[in-house]
């Protein structure tokens, strides 16, 4: 069956400083929880395996596993800023393709802000079935857990650096 590409973006609010319930993240620390997350992405998701290489010129390789499905990943990192990851991968000997985008925003201080940007192969389903809807929820839902652990991660500070 053909791939169709899939192009989706959404927005997660990191802080709101009018908010004096919710603890406020420090762009630093947004960017440190964003990095683990690129280096480390089974510790936000208990379905992966995941090994990364070095970063050298703010790039590395990673490789993630899903189940039978193996990613080969290059990633690029423009620090404190945003997060750029390329996969590649085969269903069935068929090569498919993905990228995202992470990327802080900040329109005043301390309005912070995560920018999710995906473009992907995404297989025909079964009739009836809207994968790339399903895909949309699903990193709706996975980025946006992933900014709550970020958060608690940093409310029980140090964390980060484990």
């Known amino acids: 069956m053909k791939n169709s590409p899939l192009e989706f ?5 990191v802080n709101d400083p009018l908010d004096r319930i919710g603890i406020s993240l420090r762009r630093s620390e947004l ?3 964003l990095l683990l997350r690129a280096r480390q992405p089974d510790r936000f998701n208990d379905a992966l395996v995941c090994k990364s290489s070095e970063i050298v010129d703010n790039c590395f390789e990673r490789r993630t596993e899903a189940g039978d499905q193996v ?3 290059t990633v690029t990192l423009k620090p404190e800023e945003s997060i750029i990851t390329k996969s590649s991968w085969k269903v069935n000997a068929d090569s498919n393709h993905a990228e995202s985008l992470t990327q802080i ?3 005043e201080p301390n309005f912070l802000f995560v920018r999710f940007r995906y473009k992907r192969d995404i297989p025909a ?3 009836g079935v809207d994968i790339a809807q399903y895909l949309k929820s699903a990193y709706v839902q996975l980025d946006s857990e992933a900014i709550s652990k970020i958060r608690m991660m940093v409310e029980q500070r140090g964390l980060l650096n484990n």
């Open 31 to 33: 960017w440190e929880g």
């Open 9 to 13: 973006e959404h927005i997660v609010q």
């Open 71 to 73: 990613f080969e990943e």
């Open 125 to 127: 389903g079964p009739s």
């Open 105 to 107: 925003e900040e329109p």
